[in-house]
């Protein structure tokens, strides 16, 4: 079975501060994982992803990962905050061999301070 | 291009009736998922078709819900009868399909009011 958890539902930073959302994973094989956002009333769109290959990984807007496989994590960063970035944001992982299945972590709702 | 297209975009009914919610995945995506988001429950994975095959449907509640996908470009997510519990977010998501590590692209979703 495959996890992720979200440390902190609720972040706040200053617009431009430094941004880090933290998501730990739990998998039996290699895992894939992504970052997923969400506006207000909308669906879900990709950030970034980490499949194989380097383990820092950048994304749209600025945002990056780096993918730790000793401390089971891949937490999200952006060096500068603006205030679009106001939104929530979920980590998932899926398996490897061919399992589609996203398994979507419990969501950090990120607020930017004017 | 059109992304995945969702209908309706809300539905209030009443506690009982039928609810169905379509989608339009992505033309040339072969993969189509289900979901639905709730405060308490968060995001879950009720069901994904691959080509027109259900592949996963472990997450689907109970034998109220049921999902088709008659063709590659409609899909349909039935509730029969609906519960004041099934109010939630649904949204639709494709895939070009076939591997895990394929970007999922979302709908708008539907915003379901169960009264």
Redesign the interface.
């Known amino acids: 079975a495959q996890s992720v958890t979200q440390l902190g539902s609720h972040v706040s930073v200053s617009e431009g501060a430094l941004v880090l959302l933290r998501c730990n994973y739990s998998s039996s094989v290699p895992p ?1 994982l ?1 970052w ?1 956002v969400q506006y207000p ?6 950030l970034l ?1 980490y ?1 194989t290959g380097a383990t820092l990984v950048k994304g749209i807007n600025g945002f990056e990962a780096e993918f730790k496989k000793s401390e089971t994590s891949f937490h999200l960063t952006k060096p500068s905050a603006h205030m679009s970035d106001a939104a929530e944001y ?1 980590c998932a992982v ?14 950090t709702r990120l607020t930017i301070i004017p | 291009d059109a992304g ?1 297209i969702q209908s309706p975009r809300h539905e209030v009914t009443e506690m009982g009736q039928e609810v169905t919610l379509r989608c339009k995945p992505i033309s040339g995506h072969n ?1 189509l ?1 289900w979901y639905r988001q709730t405060m308490m429950r ?2 879950e ?1 009720l069901i ?1 078709f ?1 080509n027109n095959v259900p ?2 449907d472990s997450g689907m509640p109970e034998d109220r819900f049921s999902a088709k996908m008659p063709n590659a470009s409609f899909s349909t997510l039935k509730i029969q009868p609906s519960e004041p519990r099934d109010s939630a977010v649904y ?1 639709c ?1 494709s ?1 070009t ?13 539907t915003r379901l009011t169960v009264l």
Do not use: H
């Not at chain 1, 009333?41 to 990709?46: I, K, P, R, T, Y």
């Open positions: 894939y992504f997923y009333n909308q669906g879900l769109q990709l992803k499949t979920f899926s398996g490897s061999f061919g399992n589609e299945k996203l398994t979507f972590g419990t969501g | 995945v993969s998922f968060g995001l994975l994904y691959n592949i996963d949204f998501a895939s399909g076939g591997s895990s590590t394929d970007t999922q692209y979302f709908g708008p979703g």
